[in-house]
């Protein structure tokens, strides 16, 4: 089955700042990987998501995903931080259907 | 407006007492799920629908049960027989297993 682990439980950056938060999967096959966002006591917004070709995934609000299958990492980037950002995030991964799996989570704190 | 709703947002209820939480979506949607979600543990599927009057278990089903009587509805029932309840539960709908749509969350205390 697969699995997914994200090793930072919490992340702090200055506003402005570049931001990359690191996602290892483990997956026998070709893996479906996502990336979503939770703000406090909400529910979950889907950020962006890789299935197949360019393993560079542009998504909302400025973030990318870079794929590579050589480290089984997903990890999620941003060039310039904002205030807004400040959130939960969470990596998954499915291959089959109704499987999805999701990491524990990594919580984001902005500076100003 | 298309969307997922939870209610209540917060639910407070006394140990042994069976609970029903409420999940509806207008998206059309053909699958539904449930989650339970414990600070830094993410999301467990709990329960899924991927049509009406059918659903499957997810990893941690024991002391939960649900319905899919309608294709806009499907409630969760946290029995007694639950040894921790105490938890954020989500909903989420998707016409392709792969990209799901989560409501607010509803947040259930046991005491």
């Known amino acids: 089955a697969q699995s997914v682990t994200q090793p930072d439980i919490h992340i702090t950056v200055s506003e402005g700042a570049s931001l990359e938060l690191r996602c290892n999967y483990s997956y026998g096959a070709t893996p479906y990987l996502f990336w979503y966002v939770q703000s406090p006591g909400q529910g979950l917004q889907l950020l962006l998501k890789y299935f197949s070709g360019d393993t560079l995934v542009q998504g909302i609000k400025g973030f990318e995903a870079e794929f590579k299958r050589s480290q089984s990492s997903f990890n999620l980037r941003k060039p310039s931080v904002h205030w807004s950002d400040a959130a939960e995030y969470f990596c998954a991964v499915g291959g089959n259907n109704n499987d999805m799996r999701f990491g524990a989570g990594t919580r984001l704190t902005v500076k100003p | 407006d298309g969307g997922i709703t939870q209610s209540p947002k917060y639910l407070f209820r006394k140990e042994g007492q069976n609970v029903t939480l409420s999940c509806e979506q207008n998206?059309?949607?053909?699958?539904m799920y449930w989650y339970r979600q414990d600070p830094g543990q993410g999301l467990r599927l709990i329960y899924y629908s991927q049509i009406v009057n059918d659903f499957q278990k997810g990893d941690i089903a024991e002391g939960y049960s649900v319905s899919r009587e309608k294709k806009e509805s499907f409630p969760l029932t946290v029995t007694s027989a639950q040894k921790n309840p105490t938890a954020f539960y989500l909903c989420?709908?998707?016409?392709?297993?792969?990209?799901?749509?989560f409501g607010p969350g509803t947040r259930l205390t046991v005491t």
């Open positions: 998206l059309n949607h053909d699958a």
């Open positions: 989420a709908s998707s016409r392709n297993w792969y990209e799901q749509y």
